[in-house]
C-alpha cells in the first residue's frame, strides 16, 4: 500500500498539520491494521522521512512528473500497490498529477483513494479525472464526521474498469 502525504507539521508548508501533528501516524495505522502489508510513504517534505517496521517513506513531489517518474524508477518492477492513498496536496491538478504517473502500478482490483475533497470541488475532480483517466470508474463518498459540516470531507475512490466478459 501506498501514501501520499507523510503529515508534515513544518507550518511553512502549505500541507502542514500544524507543529502538534505526528509526522507518519497514519502510516503505523495501516501498518498495524494490514498486518501482513508493506507501507509506503510518500511526501515533498523530506525532514519527516523515516524508516520502521515494514514501513518505508521516500521524498516524492506529487506535482511533479518528474519526481514521480524517478520513484517510480525506484520500484521492483513487479511492485503493485492494492490500495493508494492520496491524502497530499489536495487539490485536482496535483491528485491527477500523481494518478497520472503512478496509476499503471494500482493492482487489477486496487483502490485509489483521494481524501479530504470538499463537496464543492467534486465537479472539478470528476472533470480531470473523466478526461484523462480512460479505463477507470470514479465514485464519491461523502463522510459526516459529528461536529463538521456534511461534505467537508469526501473521498473520491478510483477502481479500474471491469475487464469485458468474453
Same mark, same amino acid.
Not at 467534486?122 to 473523466?130: G, K, P, Q
Not at 463522510?143 to 477502481?159: E, K, M
Given at each position: 500500500m501506498l501514501e501520499c502525504g507523510i503529515g508534515t507539521n513544518d507550518?511553512?508548508?502549505v500541507s502542514s498539520m500544524g507543529a502538534e501533528g505526528r509526522p507518519g501516524a497514519s502510516l503505523r495505522v495501516w501498518r498495524d491494521y494490514f498486518p501482513a502489508a508493506r507501507i509506503i510513504g510518500i511526501d515533498i517534505d523530506d525532514s519527516i522521512l523515516f524508516t520502521e517496521e515494514r514501513i518505508e517513506t521516500h #521524498?516524492? &513531489?506529487?506535482?511533479? #512528473?518528474?519526481?514521480?517518474?524517478? +520513484?517510480?524508477e525506484r520500484l521492483p518492477p513487479e511492485a503493485m500497490f492494492d490500495i493508494v492513498i492520496? &491524502?497530499? %496536496?489536495?487539490?485536482?491538478?496535483?491528485? +491527477?498529477?500523481?494518478?497520472?504517473? %503512478?496509476?499503471?502500478?494500482?493492482a487489477q482490483d486496487g483502490l485509489w483513494v483521494i481524501e479530504d475533497v470538499p463537496v464543492r470541488r467534486?465537479?472539478?475532480?470528476?472533470?480531470? +479525472?473523466?478526461r484523462a483517466?480512460?479505463?477507470?470508474?470514479?465514485?464519491? +463518498?461523502?463522510?459526516?464526521?459529528?461536529?463538521?459540516?456534511?461534505? &467537508?470531507?469526501?473521498?473520491?475512490?478510483?477502481?479500474? &474498469?471491469?475487464?469485458?466478459?468474453?
Open positions: 507550518p511553512a508548508r #521524498a516524492v &513531489d506529487q506535482t511533479s #512528473a518528474e519526481s514521480i517518474r524517478l +520513484f517510480v492520496d &491524502d497530499g %496536496l489536495h487539490t485536482p491538478e496535483a491528485a +491527477f498529477s500523481l494518478f497520472a504517473g %503512478l496509476s499503471h502500478r494500482l467534486l465537479a472539478r475532480y470528476a472533470e480531470v +479525472f473523466r483517466a480512460p479505463g477507470f470508474a470514479l465514485r464519491a +463518498f461523502v463522510l459526516h464526521r459529528r461536529g463538521s459540516a456534511v461534505g &467537508d470531507n469526501c473521498l473520491l475512490v478510483a477502481t479500474r &474498469d471491469e475487464p469485458a466478459a468474453p
